[in-house]
């Protein structure tokens, strides 16, 4: 089992920019493959960037693309997405998901493990 905690969300301006963490904690953290989802009110939750396990492959939506970047500490447990530029669009709550095993997908049902989200809130 992996646990995950989200923080730093919050409530920011156009352009401004947001760091979001998560906390791993159970199994050995370096061996899985993250990934951090986001969920807009009325919307389906949707990919925004994966990493594998060794940090050597990491995957964008196209809509965070050059904006957001995805990284992760494995002697501390821990993944992060900076946020650059960021738009009233990117406002959701997001996720961040675990999942076993070195291929990196986007897919949401290939993720076994969930964090609970922390709101991101950009106002125009």
């Known amino acids: 089992q992996v646990q995950l905690v989200e923080s730093g969300g919050g409530l920011v301006q156009a352009g401004a920019s947001l760091r979001l963490s998560c906390a791993a904690s159970?199994?050995?953290?370096?061996?899985?493959?993250m990934g951090w989802f986001r969920q807009a009110p009325g919307k389906e939750r949707e990919f925004v960037s994966a990493?594998?396990?060794?940090?050597?492959?990491?995957v964008y939506a196209d809509s965070v693309k050059g904006r957001f970047t995805i990284s992760r500490d494995n002697a501390k447990n821990s993944l992060y997405l900076q946020m650059n530029s960021l738009k009233p669009e990117d406002t959701a709550t997001y996720y961040c998901?675990?999942?076993?095993?070195?291929?990196?997908?986007?897919?949401?049902?290939?993720?076994?493990?969930w964090g609970q989200g922390t709101q991101v809130t950009v106002s125009s």
């Open positions: 990493i594998s396990w060794i940090a050597g492959s990491t």
């Open positions: 159970g199994r050995t953290f370096s061996r899985y493959t």
């Open positions: 998901a675990a999942r076993e095993g070195t291929e990196v997908y986007s897919i949401q049902g290939r993720y076994g493990y």
